[in-house]
């Protein structure tokens, strides 16, 4: 079944490529026409797709794909910000992941895109007083991704997380836009405290593999994290802290270390 172009006057660049690289890839590889036909070119739009995806993710014995459906599409109609999000931090991925090279790679296959639009949903659900059902599709995504973020916290746009795996951000954790982290990360609290308790993590930060951050502190815009640091102090804007516990080692080396994704630490610092 072929896909259903929008008119000249409603294309959508990011949509009409994806559609573009699924054709494609058929070609190329014909026994992936029924996954991707089903995921990608039966779809009208991005939404549409993004919906399905989803639903058959997140679907359950216990919650069929059906009714994940209906509130995706009523998510994603109700709350274009999402839709915007979404193709925000596909965007991201494919700029910052070198093994990412189409589109349509995080949206079928990378399960760090899946899983952050699953916090999405359930976060949507969260602020529509739905939290029964936002918190079911927390425990799908981390049943299923790998990933567990309460979908009380509050994430931007832009955000990247390569191999998405064992990561755990809090309900009170904040992440700011065109964040990047890796896999094993967490923005954790400290002790049983029950009120504002996570970490504040600031635009453009880059998040090292295996990196804790804990307890209700800031860590300020374009900064880095060395893989395997356990951070339990505030970490000034566009430095660089390493270690267990963290300490300053340097600067942040460039002012977008999210986008350039490097993480070696330089003889000066």
């Known amino acids: 079944m072929a896909h259903a ?15 573009e690289e699924a054709e494609s890839a058929i070609a190329a590889e014909p026994l992936m026409g029924g ?6 070119l039966h779809h009208a739009t991005f939404e549409g797709a993004l919906a399905y995806r989803m639903s058959m993710k997140l679907a359950s014995p216990e919650m069929s794909e059906q009714i ?5 599409d009523a998510a994603y109609q109700a709350s274009p910000e999402l839709s915007a999000a979404a193709r925000a931090d596909l ?40 939290r029964d059902l936002a918190y079911f599709v927390q425990m799908r995504a981390s049943e299923i991704f790998g990933v567990d973020i309460h979908p009380a916290a509050k994430i931007g746009q832009g955000i990247m997380i390569d191999h998405a795996h064992s990561i755990v951000v809090g309900e ?21 405290e029950d009120d504002d308790r996570h970490p504040k993590i600031g635009n453009g930060v880059l998040i090292g593999a295996g990196a804790k951050v804990l307890g209700n502190i800031t860590v300020g815009h374009c900064s880095r994290i060395a893989a395997g640091s356990v951070v339990l102090e505030e970490v000034p ?17 460039c002012s977008q270390p999210s986008v350039s994704m490097d993480q070696l630490l330089k003889p000066s610092q």
Request: proline share 6%; net charge positive.
């Open 5 to 19: 172009k929008p008119s000249l006057t409603e294309i959508d660049p990011v949509w009409h490529r994806i559609c």
């Open 35 to 40: 996954l991707i036909h089903a995921g990608v």
């Open 68 to 72: 994940l459906r209906e509130i995706a």
């Open 91 to 130: 965007v991201a991925i494919f700029d910052r992941d070198p093994a990412c090279h189409r589109l349509m790679q995080p949206l079928l296959f990378f399960k760090g895109f899946q899983a952050v639009q699953s916090y999405r949903l359930g976060h949507w659900l969260w602020k529509n007083d739905r």
């Open 172 to 192: 009170t954790a904040v992440v700011g836009d065109n964040v990047s982290m890796l896999h094993s990360v967490t923005l954790g609290g400290t002790g049983k």
């Open 237 to 253: 804007p566009m430095k660089t802290v390493a270690g267990v516990p963290a300490k300053i080692v340097g600067e942040a080396g």
